[in-house]
C-alpha cells in the first residue's frame, strides 16, 4: 500500500551545519509530496512541497527534490539555526486514495 | 486572518466520561480532518469529512464521533469507549480531500 518512510531521529546538529533527512515513499499512481514542521507544543506547518517529478520545492533556505527514479523526497539545508529545531514531517497525498500518509516524524536539535 | 481554530489547549477529563473537542476554520475550506498524535507514532487519522453533512471512518475511529453540521465546524468527541485517549490532537482542513492540508494549533487531552 502507499506509505512513507523517514529517517528516525533524534537528530542534533551543531548550528551552521548541514541537514539531510531523508524520505522514501511507496505509492501508486503520481502522487504529491510535502514537508511539514511541528514546533513544540504546536500544529503543523506546511514547509514545502512538490507535485510532479523533478519539481524542487523550497521555502526558509529548505528544500526537497521529488525523484521519481529513486521513490525519494529528502528535505535539506545547507546552515541550520537554532530556531530550526524542531519535528519535520515527510507526507504524501495519493489521489486515488482520499488520504494523507504521514511519516513518523523526525526531530531535529540544534544546538548554539 | 484566516485559519484553523482549536480550543482549547488543554484539557483535562475523568475516566468514564465523554468530552468534545473545538475545530472552527474561517478558510472556506470543505475538507477537514481530525488526527490523533502519540509520541514516536506520527499522525493518525480518526476522521475526515469532504462536505458539509458527510464524514468518514479513517484508520483509528472506533471509540470517536464527529459531526459536520457546518463547513466552518467539525467537532471531535472522545467518547468512553475510547480505551486511551490520552494525546495530542490535531484538526486540519484543505480545500478538497486533494489538497494539502492546513493545521490547527492542537489539543492536549488528558484522561486520568
Known amino acids: 500500500g502507499d506509505s512513507v518512510t523517514q529517517m528516525e531521529g533524534p537528530v542534533t546538529l551543531s548550528e551552521e551545519a548541514c541537514l539531510t533527512i531523508?524520505?522514501?515513499?511507496?505509492?501508486?499512481?503520481?502522487?504529491?509530496l510535502f514537508w511539514y514542521v511541528q514546533y513544540p507544543g504546536e500544529g503543523l506547518q506546511l514547509l514545502l512541497k512538490?507535485?510532479?517529478?523533478?519539481d524542487k520545492g523550497s521555502n526558509k533556505g529548505f528544500e526537497a527534490t521529488y525523484r521519481k527514479e529513486t521513490t525519494s523526497f529528502h528535505l535539506e539545508k545547507g546552515s541550520v539555526q537554532v530556531s530550526d529545531s524542531a519535528v519535520y514531517f515527510c507526507?504524501?497525498?495519493?489521489?486515488?486514495?482520499?488520504?494523507?500518509?504521514f511519516g513518523t516524524g523526525t526531530s531535529l536539535t540544534v544546538i548554539p | 486572518d484566516g485559519g484553523i481554530t482549536q480550543s482549547p489547549k488543554y484539557l483535562f477529563r475523568k475516566e468514564g466520561q465523554n468530552v468534545t473537542l473545538s475545530c472552527e476554520q474561517n478558510?472556506?475550506?470543505?475538507?477537514m480532518y481530525w488526527y490523533r498524535q502519540d509520541p514516536g507514532q506520527g499522525l493518525r487519522l480518526i476522521y475526515y469529512?469532504?462536505?458539509?453533512?458527510?464524514?468518514q471512518k479513517g484508520d483509528i475511529a472506533e471509540g470517536y464521533s464527529v459531526s459536520r453540521e457546518k463547513k466552518e465546524s467539525f467537532p471531535l468527541t472522545v467518547t468512553s469507549a475510547q480505551k486511551n485517549p490520552t494525546a495530542f490532537y490535531l484538526c486540519?482542513?484543505?480545500?478538497?480531500?486533494?489538497?494539502?492540508?492546513?493545521f490547527g494549533p492542537g489539543t492536549r487531552l488528558t484522561v486520568t
Open positions: 512538490a507535485t510532479k517529478a523533478d
Open positions: 469529512s469532504q462536505i458539509v453533512n458527510d464524514f
Open positions: 478558510l472556506n475550506h470543505d475538507a
Open positions: 531523508n524520505c522514501t515513499y511507496t505509492a501508486t499512481g503520481y502522487p504529491s
Open positions: 486540519a482542513s484543505s480545500i478538497a480531500v486533494y489538497d494539502e492540508q492546513y
Open positions: 507526507a504524501l497525498l495519493v489521489n486515488t486514495g482520499n488520504q494523507f500518509y
